[in-house]
């Protein structure tokens, strides 16, 4: 068992940055690839940000390519979202989730087999 807690969302205006944290307690953090999701209200959880297992390779969502940073800190067991440039439409909840294969980011939400339960981010305009 893994379990993640997510922190660091808030109220923010359009143009500004978050760094969201995920920390993880339970199992060994660095076995897992870690990501982020989010959900904004009336739409479907999406993937953001995913990093490997040992930090080498991430991806990120089109939308956010370029304003946002995923980091790991393994020794810590945290992984990290740093957001920049805040737009409107990046308003949501963002969930931390742990994968055992860093690609089940391509195949979606129900290949993540733990989830926090998210931190709301909101970005006035």
């Known amino acids: 068992q893994v379990q993640l807690v997510e922190s660091g969302g808030g109220l923010v205006q359009a143009g500004g940055s978050l760094r969201l944290s995920c920390r993880a307690s339970?199992?060994?953090?660095?076995?897992?690839?870690m990501n982020w999701f989010r959900q904004a209200p009336g739409k479907e959880r999406e993937f953001v940000a995913a990093?490997?297992?040992?930090?080498?390779?991430?991806n990120y969502a089109a939308s956010v390519k370029g304003r946002f940073t995923i980091s790991r800190l393994d020794a810590a067991n945290i992984v990290y979202l740093q957001m920049n440039g805040l737009k409107a439409e990046d308003t949501a909840v963002y969930y931390c989730?742990?994968?055992?294969?860093?690609?089940?980011?391509?195949?979606?939400?129900?290949?993540?087999?733990?989830w926090g339960k998210g931190t709301l981010v909101t970005v006035s305009s």
């Open positions: 990093i490997s297992k040992n930090g080498a390779n991430t």
């Open positions: 339970g199992q060994t953090f660095s076995h897992y690839a």
């Open positions: 989730a742990a994968a055992t294969v860093y690609s089940d980011f391509l195949r979606g939400t129900s290949h993540m087999v733990y």
